[in-house]
């Protein structure tokens, strides 16, 4: 009783309510949903708090932004689905109509702020591309070796832009994707914000991923590892999440000597060997089933499909002398 009088009362409220419709819609910052509002933030910040501590929504810091939703298995989906037929009267059908404009906005603003980002580092970033075989050929090299495989809770770690979770989108049952850089997950937010299919955005980092043990079906790593000083731990960590049978996907460079590569975007290691790949995987719980290369350029883009071994999966793992590893 105590917990549905709590809901009741953060719910009676007018502003409250319609944070709870536009946070049905998308999730918003603290400022943004002040924006909506037409309120102040320390106005919106004391509805929010509210909301809470009742366990309808909850937050989840990005950098210095902190971004809101409705809270997952909460007790009070089912009662916003009903809402949601409830009539309106005129005067409340017009303030609806104004918070859905001024989202239309905050969704605007967003984008345009994604594309500044983009005109930035456009330069850098087509620098990088000229280097190696066309993106396209890569991404359909990914949804290649991942076909006909059990996607279910994908996690893209060094989620970038969100180009790897909106590719795997109509695959998969959900996706985290993971960044370390609040701007890219703005941009990440920006575009699969039209996604049929659960996203969850998280900042953190791919050596201490914010994830149970056992609890993701597979995950890709496209184009992060090499920012990493021990991608052997990033591997491990892969591993930790990782439910038996699932699979990680890694998708990077094969080794080259670009020393401008460290100086042009921070790379801290220069490609890797499919045997250190492999050795990573098999310290990490892991089978490398498939390495591929695809040639074009300067650099060589290689891709790397390693299985994580459930309990059941003891038998002896043999290598046909091409990269390419199978149970015996």
């Known amino acids: 009783m105590t917990e549905l009088l709590d809901i009741f009362r953060a ?119 000229s280097r190696h075989v066309a993106e396209s050929e890569v991404e359909a090299a990914m949804l290649g070796l991942m076909h006909n495989r059990r996607l279910g809770h994908l996690l893209d770690i060094g989620t970038g832009t969100g180009r790897m979770a909106e590719i795997f989108a109509p695959t998969a049952r959900r996706i985290t994707a993971l960044d370390r850089s609040p701007e890219m997950l703005r941009i990440a937010r920006t575009k699969l914000s039209g996604q049929a299919v659960p996203i969850d955005l998280v900042q953190g980092d791919f050596l201490d991923l914010p994830l149970a043990g056992a609890s993701i079906d597979s995950i890709v790593i496209h184009q992060a590892l090499h920012f990493a000083h021990e991608p052997d731990r990033v591997i491990a960590e892969a591993g930790r999440v990782l439910r038996g049978g699932g699979h990680l996907l890694i998708v990077d460079f094969a080794p080259h000597e670009d020393e401008e590569m460290r100086t042009l975007a921070a790379h801290a290691r220069l490609g890797f060997s499919d045997a250190q790949i492999r050795g990573w995987f098999a310290s990490a719980g892991l089978v490398l089933e498939t390495a591929q290369t695809l040639e074009g350029g300067d650099l060589a883009v290689k891709l790397w499909l390693g299985r994580r071994r459930s309990d059941e999966d003891q038998s002896p793992v043999r290598d046909d002398g091409q990269g390419k590893r199978f149970a015996a």
């Open 11 to 129: 719910l009676a409220d007018p502003t409250r309510l319609r944070v709870v419709a536009l946070l049905r819609e998308m999730e918003l910052a603290i400022g943004e949903l002040a924006v909506v509002l037409d309120q102040s933030q320390p106005r919106v910040s004391r509805h929010v708090r509210i909301l809470a501590e009742a366990g309808i929504i909850e937050r989840r810091r990005e950098g210095s932004w902190v971004f809101l939703r409705i809270a997952e298995g909460g007790p009070v989906g089912d009662l916003l689905v009903r809402a949601e037929l409830w009539p309106f009267s005129p005067g409340e059908a017009a303030v609806v109509a104004q918070d859905a404009q001024r989202l239309a906005a905050v969704r605007i603003e967003r984008a345009a702020a994604a594309e500044r980002y983009f005109a930035d580092h456009a330069a850098e970033w087509d620098a990088i591309r």
